[in-house]
């Protein structure tokens, strides 16, 4: 039989794919050429600029859906980085993803990139991440130092009355406030209408609060619904909803490390504690503080969690296929002669 494969025209990228937690990701281990030099927020841009027909071809349908995450790895800038990751969304590109650094320290771990010990660092578009490899497979990271930003930010969006919302970095910008606020009861509203409302939470509160650091970094990535409990003792629910309407399948990490920095500056997290958090998949994620706050109120948490591998997958992106270069299905019909992603 011929090898009808090797003859097809195309770009051929190499991946492997885990989830953690449920949440997948798709790590891009060859087939891509980046330019050398510069810092990961330069491989970032690029990615973005020059080469963003990999993450629609990667993350979007029909290789992808609208759920799907990844990573591709880079050299590391931080000259205490065994290598760098720029994680992507079906929206475009995240500035922290524990999820995803989780993933990345096993596959780390059993490919060979790291030996000799089990503590290194990733550098990531937020700043070097220290990661650890446990002997029972945890991973755990110890994020860039979060901290909480606003309080009680008013927000208005159609068919709720006003409400409150806290915005709170862990590497990523987050709104976040108990589902209650909205006069919804945990577990009664399904998930894809909740999807709706975060994105909306979201646009609302972007030009709301001035955020610090650089314009590559200080967006408003996401808002994540809680069910208000607070206190270390009991596992905690939460959803988080990022690029527009995707869904974190994870507790997420740095969503995590944000809740964390509230629940220090209110006094309810103390080095030694774990605290524990759930998604909708019921996977979990455990955390506590790295030290005791800083003078300036920043915390640095320790988050931790278990990767596991799906697959392992060799992807064509024919020449003569633009419509698989990625697309996702519109929220309505297009006007004719008009593209539907």
Known sequence: MPDFWNSLRGRRIHCIDMHV??????????????????????????????ADWLRRA????????????????VPGHDPAAVFGA?????????TMCGHAVIALGRYAADSGLVTGGAGFVIDCPCGPVDVTVASDGTVSFTSVPAFVVARDVPVRIDGFAPFQADIAYGGAYYAILPLARLGIEWGRLPVGELAGIGERITRALA????LPGEAALAFLYGTIFTDGVEDAAQVSDNICI???RQI?????????????????????????QTHRFRSITGGEFHARLAAAPGADGTVRVTVGGRAHYTGR????IEDEDPIGRGFLPGRSLPEKGQDND
């Open 248 to 272: 974190d399948r994870s507790p997420t990490g740095s969503g995590v490390t944000a809740r964390m920095a509230l629940r220090a500056a209110d006094g309810r997290a103390r080095p030694g």
């Open 21 to 50: 937690a449920g949440e997948p990701l798709r790590i891009v281990s060859a087939g891509l050429d980046l330019p050398e030099g510069g810092s990961i927020l330069r491989q970032r841009a690029y990615l973005a600029e020059d």
């Open 58 to 73: 990667l993350m979007l349908e029909p290789r992808g859906h609208e759920g799907m995450y990844g990573a591709v790895l």
């Open 207 to 210: 030009d709301a609060v001035s």
């Open 86 to 94: 720029v994680f992507m969304h079906n929206e475009g590109y995240s």
């Open 242 to 244: 990022f690029a527009g």
């Open 313 to 316: 997958s060799e992807f064509l």
